[in-house]
């Protein structure tokens, strides 16, 4: 089954711009992570967040959590062509070890 | 640590052929997973181990698919007989915790 799924599909920006990416999912979940996919390369964790924390910061990334909306959102501030790739969410269904992925975002910087 | 290792990097195989996929998972890690990724159907989890055992193989498509874990630095995922819809990107992850490596995955044709 389906848990996280991202939204849009794909974006395409600007260097320097924002960019925003949203994630929905069905079941209750202690985490929620979202991973990056360079093209051709394994994913590369970027953050993690739990269910008691709304909002958590790594450099250019923010992460929000909304359980009450079971929803996530990435930014990506001052995007670079660098960020171009694919960010996927990541859920542990019904508190389970094993992270279910969404169909990803695709996101283009365009230099 | 050189990051979690599969092998072969591409494999091109004719359908019918008995193909092996390998994965060394990081040090000190308890638990891995394989995934399938094509772009009809995204990331799908096949199989996870945690210290060894397979814990849930409900993903795993068909009997013609086998995951083996003899060790803690070891696994293979092996497809006997391959067919063609089999084609796709295969990665091995291994987590320590709730954070996943993933490896640079194996790009399996079937032809």
């Known amino acids: 089954s389906q848990q996280g799924e991202e939204d849009p599909q794909a974006l395409s920006i600007q260097e320097g711009e924002n960019a925003t990416m949203n994630c929905s999912y069905k079941?209750?979940?202690?985490?929620l992570q979202w991973y990056r996919q360079n093209s051709g390369r394994g994913l590369v964790h970027l953050i993690l967040?739990?269910?008691?924390?709304r909002e958590k910061h790594s450099g250019r990334l923010r992460v929000t959590l909304d359980t009450s909306k079971k929803s996530s959102s990435l930014l990506i501030t001052a995007s670079r062509a660098a960020d171009t790739a694919s960010y996927f969410c990541?859920?542990?269904?019904?508190?389970?070890?094993?992270?279910?992925f969404g169909p990803g975002t695709r996101l283009s910087v365009l230099p | 640590d050189a990051g979690v290792i599969q092998s072969p990097r591409h494999e091109v195989t004719e359908m019918g052929q008995e193909v092996t996929l390998r994965c060394k998972p990081i040090s000190g890690h308890d638990y891995l997973f394989w995934y399938r990724q094509t772009m009809m159907r995204g990331l799908e989890l096949l199989i996870y181990?945690?210290?060894?055992?397979?814990?849930?193989d409900s993903g795993m498509p068909e009997d013609r698919f086998s995951a083996k874990m003899p060790n803690a630095s070891f696994s293979t995922l092996k497809i006997q007989p391959s067919e063609p819809r089999d084609s796709a990107v295969y990665f091995c992850a291994s987590s320590g915790g709730k954070e996943q490596y993933f490896g640079p995955g194996t790009r399996l044709t079937v032809t």
């Open positions: 990541a859920t542990d269904e019904n508190y389970g070890q094993n992270f279910v």
């Open positions: 967040i739990r269910s008691n924390e």
């Open positions: 079941t209750s979940i202690n985490n």
């Open positions: 181990f945690n210290n060894n055992v397979p814990i849930d």
